[in-house]
């Protein structure tokens, strides 16, 4: 055979040897560990899943949609989740190139000096192809299938953690929302209980007053102090937080100005669907099975360990002892080595190979069914949350009104004379308390909003990388 055909004609011999089934177990995703049905019964809404609604849909504060730009610009771990995603697919480059051959050219000189003193040079030039395993049991395949489902994993890791930084951002902003709300509130009591501490001051100058009410007045106005106090520290706690998230600096016109009857999303209710179609599309389910797949691949790595190994060797090219003769006709050369490698006794090693491949898929299976059952607790969490909220919104409302009627009525009665001042601090207690329950109530909605929306893979929607097989 010339040489000039030698190369391509091995090339295509070992591909075609090469186009061999790999002996990975068929892949079946195992069954879903958890109910068929939410066990909250769900009303029916809208056909529009939250995966399919992306976060600028959701998120309807301009200022709020602005700072999770930022925060998907410059947050810190998901740019290591989105190089991680980098690496894996460089991972899966390398491993894919073992699936072809590696050609390379060589040129070389050869000088020996013999004992008479005279020197002979040899010259060469070759292009071959060094060690190529000829994958006649899918060996390398499975290794590349496995390559494949870690690189796409990867990327299902990384909007994972997209979701959950939108998330963190919108919670991270309405908690400030609600502490600054709850400063704002707790300096108007401030205020309200120091012009009633110097009114009894007065009063108990004049003697009308008792040592008690003003003792109780001061209690007041302290306790009111102490919470603006804490209350600022909060604040300047939750803005640190959020720059964290954001991952740079804000300028306060960047803070939330509403309060927390102020919503930051749509109002429309996620619809729930079933389970089996909601989790199955959430990315961390889906990362989870991913490294399944990868698992069930490598199985069939090392089985094939347990079968011949052929690697092919074979260079062309031409040598002269003299370089001007390099190229000329009569010069050409060829070599051509395959090598095959049977175990026979390896001391049980492959044996505890596969046994560790298929562990590790028995590992990867649970795995996979604790991501399912988590996902689902996550949404029937939010569920069971989101159909309480409304009525403890609802009910509180009625509290701080009732509360306030209570306060206007220990005013009256005290300015009449007919209650002491000990029953109008109690109102006003109490009416502090309703307040800033409401503030409590109204953010635990607008979070649950935002967790839900999370947990049904709000946002999810996006195609995955395209792979390359």
């Known amino acids: ?236 706690q939750d803005r640190n937080a959020l720059e964290l998230l954001v991952g740079q600096p804000l300028t306060a016109a960047q803070w939330p100005t509403a309060g927390t009857d102020t919503p930051v999303t749509q109002l429309a209710e996620l619809s729930a669907g079933l389970p089996s179609d909601v989790l199955l599309a959430r990315p961390d389910v889906q990362q989870a099975e991913r490294r399944l797949q990868a698992a069930n691949a490598n199985i069939g790595a090392a089985r094939a360990a347990f079968f011949p190994r052929i690697s092919l060797t074979a260079s062309a090219g031409t040598a002269s002892s003299e370089l001007d003769g390099l190229f000329r006709s009569g010069s050409g050369l060829w070599s051509f080595m395959p090598q095959i490698s049977l175990p026979l006794f390896d001391a049980g090693r492959n044996s505890a190979n596969l046994k560790i491949a298929q562990v590790d898929r028995d590992i990867a299976v649970a795995q996979y069914e604790k991501s399912i059952q988590s996902a689902f607790r996550d949404v029937a969490d939010a569920l069971a949350q989101r159909a309480t909220l409304g009525r403890q919104v609802a009910s509180q409302q009625r509290l701080v009104a009732q509360t306030q009627d209570a306060l206007r009525l220990a005013e009256a009665r005290y300015e009449k004379g007919l209650d002491d001042r000990l029953a109008t601090l109690d109102a006003q207690r109490s009416l502090y308390a309703a307040q800033q329950g409401l503030i409590a109530a109204r953010l635990a909605q607008q979070v649950n909003r935002v967790t839900l929306y999370k947990a049904l893979g709000g946002g999810a929607g996006a195609a995955a990388p395209q792979s390359a097989s």
């Open 1 to 236: 055979m010339s040489s000039k055909f030698l190369i391509p004609t091995l090339l295509a011999a070992s591909l075609t040897l090469a186009g061999c089934a790999s002996l990975a177990p068929s892949y079946e995703r195992p069954a879903t560990p958890v109910a068929t049905q939410w066990p909250v019964p769900q009303a029916a809404t809208t056909d529009t899943k939250a995966a399919d609604i992306g976060w600028r849909e959701f998120f309807t504060d301009p200022r709020l949609q602005q700072l999770i730009e930022q925060a998907l610009a410059n947050n810190r771990d998901l740019r290591v989740a989105v190089l991680n995603v980098e690496r894996a697919q460089a991972q899966y480059g390398v491993q894919r190139a073992d699936r072809l051959p590696s050609v390379a050219a060589g040129a070389g000189q050869t000088a020996t000096r013999a004992p008479g003193g005279s020197i002979t040079r040899q010259y060469t030039a070759t292009l071959g192809v060094s060690a190529y395993e000829l994958d006649l049991f899918g060996r390398v395949k499975s290794l590349n299938d496995a390559a494949l489902q870690q690189y796409l994993a990867s990327d299902d890791a990384r909007r994972s953690a997209q979701i959950g930084l939108v998330a963190q951002v919108a919670g991270g902003w309405l908690t400030l929302a609600a502490d600054q709300e709850r400063l704002r509130l707790a300096e108007q009591t401030l205020l309200a209980r120091q012009d009633s501490l110097r009114l009894t001051q007065r009063l108990q100058a004049a003697g009308v007053s008792s040592t008690l009410d003003l003792r109780q007045a001061e209690i007041a106005a302290e306790t009111a102090q102490s919470d603006v106090a804490s209350l600022t520290a909060q604040v300047a």
